[in-house]
Every structure is written in structure tokens, then in C-alpha cells.
């Protein structure tokens, strides 16, 4: 998705001090399981559809700054023992990860269904692979409504 509404050198200009893990490349692989978002509308529609979005990153993560969520001692609140799926990679498994920092075994759980990955198991890909990290940010982003 070249045409993506941000270019890298833009993108390297807004995260000057990002975190290695977030790259330019995660994030337009990750577009391609979103390929309306940002691109559709006018330019400046799609312009500010992918500004509202990278602010939201910016202050989730501290300008791409944490891959993960920094408060430890909350991990084990991210598990919800209501839902019938559980929480099989444990307790303190779904903390805040990636861009929007993306928690909650229902989150995990919604989002791999959604791209085809077995997140509610392995919530740790979501930390181990820039475009998972931006594709959960992603999916959060396009179908939730609201925190």
C-alpha cells in the first residue's frame, strides 16, 4: 500500500524517537487487512483518519516510545475469567501491547479471530511482530466504539 496517505519520511519525522520495533513497513503491511482505512474519502478526509489514529498511537505508547504496557503491577487485571475462552496463556498474559497498547483476552481473542491469528494464546506475537502490533491497533481502531 504505497499510496498510504503517510509517508515514511513523514512517519520518521512524527516518531523521532520510536522504539526500533515500530517500523514504517509494519504499519503498511499491516493496511493490507485494513485497506479502507485512510483511503477513502477525500485526501484530507483520509489525512485526517491516519492523523487521528497515529495521535491516538502517540499517546498510547508515548510517541512509539513502549512496546509494552510499563506498569507491571496491573498485568493481572487484563484477564477477564467471565468470558467462556478464558485465559489459557495465564493470568498476566493480555497486558498492553503495541501501538494502542491492545489488552484484555476478549481483545486478543477478537482480534486473532478477526486476522486469522491464535492471539488469545499467544498474546506475546503482538510484542514480537511490527505488523500484528499495527494490525491490532488496527483492527481496535476500526471496530470499537469507544475504550
Known amino acids: 500500500m504505497s499510496d498510504f496517505v503517510i509517508s515514511e519520511q513523514r512517519f520518521d ?3 523521532p524517537d520510536r522504539d526500533p520495533f515500530y517500523t514504517y513497513q509494519g504499519l503498511i503491511d499491516a493496511l493490507h487487512a485494513y485497506p479502507r482505512f485512510a483511503n477513502v474519502g477525500t485526501p484530507q478526509t483520509r489525512a485526517r483518519e491516519a492523523a487521528a489514529f497515529l495521535t491516538h498511537a502517540d499517546f498510547e505508547s ?3 516510545k513502549y512496546v509494552k504496557e510499563i506498569n507491571e503491577a496491573n498485568y493481572w487485571r487484563k484477564c477477564d475469567d467471565t468470558q467462556p475462552f478464558g485465559c489459557p496463556a495465564g493470568r498476566e498474559a493480555y497486558y498492553g501491547r503495541g501501538p494502542i497498547m491492545f489488552s484484555w ?3 486478543y481473542k477478537a482480534a486473532g479471530d478477526a486476522l486469522g491469528l491464535d492471539l488469545l494464546n499467544d498474546p506475546w506475537l503482538v510484542e514480537r511482530d511490527p505488523s500484528v502490533a499495527w494490525a491490532t491497533a488496527l483492527w481496535y481502531w ?5 475504550p
Open 142 to 146: 476500526n471496530t470499537q466504539n469507544g
Open 105 to 107: 483476552n476478549f481483545n
Open 13 to 15: 519525522e512524527i516518531f
Open 62 to 64: 508515548v510517541g512509539l
